[in-house]
């Protein structure tokens, strides 16, 4: 079965610092990849997702995020942070296969962004 | 489109009551599915459809939490009866058959069990 892991739970930058967010995966083959970015209070909104080609995907909000397949990582990266981007951060992997576990998205604990002034 | 809409946006019930959340998926998506978010566990996902048929309840914690989905444009989380460990936001989030267009997420239902 598929896993995500996201080792920083809270990350403190300052607004115009550069920030990267880490997600390490556990899947049998090139899984699909995402990134999700929830307000308080609100629902998960898709940042961005990774599917095959080319291994550094842009998203909305200036974010982007590197496919690394020998480190089994999926790192989500903005080069200046602005003070609306505070929020949890969720990476999530989808099993390629059929069966089951194909169609689902397994999250990782996520990360909260705090963003000082 | 008006995204996937869920309602109550909050729930207070006293323990041992039944809970429904429900659910309208976006028009045309052919997967819904229900998450459940705690601090302690994260994002979980209890149970998902597809085309109205549920494919995988492996997460749904016991028999006191069940789903429905009599249509295309409804599904309903039922648990009865309620108790505080049950108090959670849930989600509901659906996608289309590619896999490719992601998924949605509503706003979700804040249960309160006390």
């Known amino acids: 079965a598929q896993s995500v892991t996201q080792p920083d739970i809270h990350i403190t930058v300052s607004e115009g610092a550069s920030l990267e967010l880490r997600c390490n995966y556990s899947y049998g083959a090139t899984p699909y990849l995402f990134w999700y970015v929830q307000s308080p209070g609100q629902g998960l909104q898709l940042l961005l997702k990774y599917f095959s080609g080319d291994t550094l995907v842009q998203g909305i909000k200036g974010f982007e995020a590197e496919f690394k397949r020998s480190q089994s990582s999926f790192n989500l990266r903005k080069p200046s942070v602005h003070w609306s981007d505070a929020a949890e951060y969720f990476c999530?992997?989808?099993?390629?296969?059929?069966?089951?576990?194909?169609?689902?998205?397994?999250f990782g604990q996520g990360t909260i962004l705090t963003v000082h002034p | 489109d008006a995204g996937v809409i869920q309602s109550p946006r909050h729930e207070v019930t006293e323990m041992g009551q039944e809970v429904t959340l429900r659910c309208k998926p976006i028009s045309g998506h052919d997967y819904l599915f229900w998450y459940r978010q705690t601090m302690m566990r994260g994002l979980e996902l209890l149970i998902y459809?597809?085309?109205?048929?549920?494919?995988?309840d492996s997460g749904m914690p016991e028999d006191r939490f069940s789903a429905k989905m009599p249509n295309a444009s409804f599904s309903t989380l039922k648990i009865q009866p309620s108790e505080p460990r049950d108090s959670a936001v849930y989600f509901c989030?659906?996608?289309?058959?590619?896999?490719?267009?992601?998924?949605?997420f509503g706003s979700g239902t804040r249960l309160t069990v006390v």
């Open positions: 459809f597809n085309n109205n048929v549920p494919i995988d």
């Open positions: 999530a992997v989808g099993a390629r296969a059929g069966g089951t576990s194909y169609g689902k998205l397994t």
């Open positions: 989030a659906s996608r289309p058959g590619a896999f490719l267009y992601g998924y949605t």
